[in-house]
């Protein structure tokens, strides 16, 4: 199998926790707090290598998950920053936010990478809080908890000239002939299942072709094959556009030629738009005027048309110098998508969810995950800081909203508290 799509879970490490710390040494007084910093999180990255051509590996491996970061210790040491996680894709492959919908990628050549999840940074020791009214600060920050998304990978193969055409319309043939691709060739409609590559070159000039499986009749719509593998003729500069001319499958090429053309309006508008040139295959066996009506009526639509019998090699010496000569020149086509920069964590956000689990209001997310592991409850100041946060992050307002009561329990990140709005600035602690 042609593997073309794929949906994986990435995530990135959490940043090591902040470490909470005291030098404490014979013949050193007040030696105050050597709590260090935690590690950051691994990132996670993919990237475009040659040694890949489909997306089959993800069939098997769907979760990449980096390294935490390690966390800091004592004397002012720093945990150990994890590693990135690469993730290798083929070159031609589009990374979409799988929930948005959103193009955030196109890896295009081997080395491309984007960073779909940013690891995060560790968390800040409590050497770091000290200042001069804040001596030994007993706590310290935990690290910034890791990214977690799904993507949708889709490959669009890198060819030149996409081969188009109704089924057994000699498109796997004729791509036998002008390269050195060795597609499987039958004599029954459908043979082709996967899309195929082959390099036509000659003295210091090549291409890339891609017989793309055959589309039928509301492929645009998802009937047949047509649609998972429409989109590979999307990055070609041309279209090679075989039609039929024996009519030995009971098909009217006029009719057959008309309905791709169709269906690639109907998918989408710019491939209609596309340089696009006719391949009359088969003349070797056609009936002479059929073929001088087919050019006549075809080349008056617009397009230029060439006569090839893949079995005769008839004209197909002239196809092949006007592709090396004609198809570097056309421009490079331009995807509809546009590619956004993935927005991992805004400033000054807080990342939060209010719901109710145990019969009770609940807070969950990054954000009070790290907050509860910031805080060191036994410590006025740490806990007082704590507070501040908490209105801050509209944590308050969002438990007031949900019409929390008074001194009703609530859990934070699955601990109890008593709730109590609008007292984080006076003395009594209020949660």
Excluded at 204 to 231: K, Q, T, Y
Aim: aromatic fraction near 8%; glycine fraction near 10%.
């Amino acid at each position: 199998m042609f593997y073309d799509q794929a949906t994986i879970e990435v995530r990135s490490g959490n940043g090591g926790n902040g470490c909470v710390s005291f030098r404490r040494e014979k013949y050193i007084p007040d030696g105050g707090p050597d709590g260090g910093h935690g590690g950051r999180g691994g990132d996670v990255i993919l990237r475009a290598a040659e040694s890949k051509n489909t997306l089959q590996d993800f069939r098997y491996q769907r979760h990449f998950f980096a390294k935490d970061g390690q966390n800091g210790s004592g004397n002012l040491r720093t945990g150990a920053s994890a590693d990135d996680l690469i993730v290798e894709v083929p070159g031609g492959t589009l990374v979409f936010d799988d929930e948005e919908g959103v193009l955030l990628a196109d890896l295009k050549k081997a080395g491309d990478e984007i960073v779909v999840a940013k690891g995060g940074r560790g968390g800040r020791g409590n050497a770091s809080f000290k200042n001069s009214v804040r001596q030994a600060p007993k706590f310290a920050s935990a690290g910034v908890s890791g990214v977690e998304r799904t993507l949708r990978l889709e490959l669009r193969l890198l060819a030149d000239v996409a081969l188009l055409g109704y089924p057994n319309a000699g498109k796997s043939t004729l791509l036998s002939v002008i390269s050195a691709a060795k597609p499987k060739i039958a004599d029954y409609p459908f043979t082709t299942i996967r899309p195929v590559l082959g390099v036509v070159s000659r003295d210091a000039s090549s291409i890339v072709v891609a017989d793309v499986p055959g589309i039928i009749e509301n492929a645009s719509e998802g009937a047949g094959m047509g649609l998972d593998f429409l989109r590979h003729a999307e990055r070609s500069r041309l279209l090679l556009h075989l039609v039929d001319a024996s009519g030995l499958y009971g098909v009217d090429p006029l009719e057959a030629f008309h309905t791709i053309n169709n269906e690639l309006k109907s998918y989408k508008s710019s491939m209609a738009e596309k340089e696009q040139w006719v391949v009359l295959s088969k003349t070797d066996v056609a009936d002479s005027e059929i073929v001088d009506l087919l050019e006549s009526e075809i080349s008056m639509e617009g397009y230029r048309v060439f006569r090839v019998s893949a079995v005769t090699h008839s004209g197909v010496n002239e196809l092949i110098n006007a592709l090396l000569s004609e198809v570097p020149q056309l421009p490079a086509p331009e995807l509809e998508e546009e590619a956004e920069i993935p927005l991992y964590r805004p400033k000054e956000a807080y990342p939060f969810t209010i719901g109710r689990k145990q019969g009770m209001i609940s807070v969950e997310g990054p954000f009070i995950r790290e907050l509860m592991l910031s805080t060191n409850f036994s410590d006025t100041e740490s806990t007082r800081r704590f507070q501040r946060l908490i209105v801050k992050s509209g944590i308050e307002a969002a438990l007031l909203e949900a019409e929390v009561e008074e001194g009703e329990t609530i859990l934070l990140d699955g601990s109890h508290f008593e709730f109590f709005a609008g007292s984080s600035d006076e003395d009594e602690l209020y949660l």
